[in-house]
């Protein structure tokens, strides 16, 4: 699809829009506290990972490279991110090598490494909330599940914490496969996307958000967390007489917030401080490599913005997967104005 195009060119236009993707999207979604960070920020990754992977003579290095730009972008321009979704993003580029490397690209290795990434996601989550929340969080899940069934005259619990952890991760994995689904068709749709001519863009003023609208989304994280411990710390104030009621709902809420205080002023910097300089030893080997997909960012908007109109005329799913494909094969073929 990208023939007429020279490999290294490909690889470092794909390598800037994962970059834009992660520390854009993502940092967005993230600073939001949205739950649905994961699927797609996560989805796009793996569309762009395939990409790289298919278009590089060897896949290890190609990928290493793109992982080291992408996370070097992400500490500078995105550096209220959690460690988490480094974590995340990390595991689906060596999973990627792993399986791209030893068994090529294809649509099994698709589907694998959606479906592997996605199931890694939901355990990442659930492991979170128990080291938040302990054990306490799924007690109250089961005694909350025992009470609604007794008001409502059902045998069998409404829903279990086990039952609830299958249908989480069952729920992650299928959705995997159906993003690995979505990118072969977004792969189909690209080689049926007509390039007439090479699209040229002026460089855009970057946009910086003001610390004020951060503080506003960073409110917004702190209530939705107040407001899950809340829903959580119910069950077991006022339906438990096992568990101390009362007792152990002052219990899981002093050691939630502790566990949170922890995690966000301490732990959390730390982690991010040590990656910073674990990353910082190739930053001068790819500051070149930095600096072009940084000036790319301007370029990408636009053509982003101009592949949203093209897919005007469609509507739903539909529309978002030709807007991928149009956003993606624009971004590659387009000229910027010192070439």
Partial sequence: MFKERDSKLVIERLTALWALNEC??????????????????GGISILLISLIASHATKVWPALIK????????KLSVSPHSPITSYVA????????????????VNRITILLLGALT??????????????????SLWEA????????????SIIEYVVSSKTLIILFISFYTCAGILVGL??????????AVDI??????????????????????SKKLFLFWMITLLVVMLPLLFFSAEFNGWKGGLYLLARSFLVLVLWYFVMGPLLLKGLNKLLSKHKSVYQTNIQNTLDLFPHLKSIIQHAWQDSSSLKGLNRMQHFMARSIVYSVHFNSSNE
């Avoid at 993003?89 to 090529?104: D, E, H, R, T």
């Avoid at 899940?141 to 409502?152: F, G, M, R, T």
């Avoid at 979505?182 to 080689?191: C, D, E, G, T």
């Avoid at 699209?199 to 003001?210: G, N, P, R």
């Fill in 196 to 217: 007439s001519e090479s699209y040229h863009f002026s460089k855009a003023t970057q946009v910086k958000e003001s610390q004020h609208k951060y503080a506003k989304n």
């Fill in 24 to 41: 854009g999207l993502g940092g967005f979604m993230h600073a939001l506290g949205s739950p649905f960070t994961g699927i797609l920020v």
């Fill in 66 to 73: 793109a992982l080291s730009i992408v996370l070097l972008i």
């Fill in 141 to 152: 899940v089961d005694i909350y599940s025992a009470w609604v069934s007794e008001k409502l």
């Fill in 118 to 135: 996605f199931l890694e996601s939901a355990a990442q989550k659930l492991l979170t909330l128990t080291i938040i929340y302990g054990q």
């Fill in 89 to 104: 993003v990390s595991f689906q580029a060596f999973l990627g090598m792993l399986l791209y490397g030893i068994f090529s």
């Fill in 182 to 191: 979505l990118i072969l068709r977004i792969i189909k749709l690209m080689k």
